[in-house]
């Protein structure tokens, strides 16, 4: 610990030189949170292990020297190295559900969250009777375990072509205890589902284009590339789950796909598709939907 350090003894004196340290770094926040003095007590009191809502009362707590070397590192990797918060503290939270990730995953983000949340409103009508699900490009499990929380009949297959990604599902997986109604399965698009069909699929794909995976902040090349680049035009991965998905859907199924601010990109690519444009937090053409029958 060097002479600028040596005064911090406290969870506060931490959290407050976090700050200063993002405030002047070149990192960005893309990944969930916008502030960094948020950022800050979230990254020091998960490396501690300390729950968010007890902040106010260890505050004032004095530190361990390994605490405070454990912190100083974990700080550094986060300013200097840019590395994400996520992947320090090994976790991440979406819409209220706590994941576990690491490199071998994106960090949970998703706007089809928010429509999961609310049980997909006004496109399913009746949540208990949605049985067979797919979420496709699972990556950390995250909307496969929202899926099966919040539709209790349902079956929820979750596919990743990357192994890795599906070591970490499985691990999410058995932390909410979902093993008999969420399904890892290695699958690139729907090689690996045979015969199987969905009453609803959701899939939060690559579709980053190969111009912009060389302009991304520094925090993202920490993240998988095969999780992010989808072509020159970011729509190859989404081109192939069109081409595949009407066999997979059940009559009156339903396809949701997200594919960031590539609209323009997925609008030339299919030009006369009916889809139905979905408003989330994120804009007003971030996701969009079909039904099986409008799938060509």
């Known amino acids: 610990m060097s002479d600028k ?12 030189y976090a700050s200063t340290r993002l405030f002047e770094s070149e990192a960005t926040f893309s990944h969930g949170y916008d502030d960094p003095i948020q950022e800050a007590s979230f990254l020091v009191l998960r490396s501690l292990h300390i729950p968010l809502e007890y902040e106010q009362k260890f505050l004032d707590a004095s530190l361990t020297s390994n605490e405070r070397e454990m912190l100083l590192n974990n700080i550094s990797r986060r300013c200097d190295d840019l590395e994400p918060t996520a992947y320090i503290v090994h976790e991440w939270w979406l ?20 429509m999961i949340e609310d049980r997909f409103e006004g496109i399913v009508e009746d949540p208990l009777n949605v049985k067979h699900v797919l979420d496709l490009c699972t990556g950390s499990g995250c909307l496969a375990i929202m899926l099966a929380d919040l539709f209790p009949n349902a079956e929820v297959d979750a596919a990743d072509i990357s192994p890795d990604a599906l070591e970490v599902a499985q691990i999410n997986i058995e932390e909410y205890g979902l093993e008999n109604r969420v399904f890892p399965m ?7 589902l045979q ?3 969905y009453d609803l699929i959701i899939s939060n794909p690559p579709y980053v284009t190969q111009s912009a995976m060389e302009s991304l902040p520094a925090e993202y090349c920490h993240e998988p590339a095969l999780a992010l680049e989808a072509g020159e035009d970011g729509m190859d991965v989404i081109q192939k789950i069109m081409d595949q998905a009407k066999e997979h859907l059940c009559d009156n199924g339903v396809l949701i796909i997200e594919l960031g601010d590539n609209s323009d990109f997925f609008k030339a690519r299919f030009p ?10 994120g804009g007003d053409e971030q996701v969009f939907l079909i039904k099986k029958e409008q799938v060509p």
């Open 195 to 197: 015969g199987a069909k």
């Open 95 to 114: 819409v209220g559900y706590r994941f576990y990730v690491d490199e071998r995953v994106l960090i949970p983000r998703s706007f089809i969250a928010e």
């Open 186 to 192: 290695q699958s690139d698009v729907f090689s690996g």
């Open 5 to 16: 350090t040596s005064s911090l003894t406290t969870i506060r004196d931490f959290i407050r």
């Open 272 to 281: 006369d598709l009916p889809v139905q444009w979905i408003k989330t937090s």
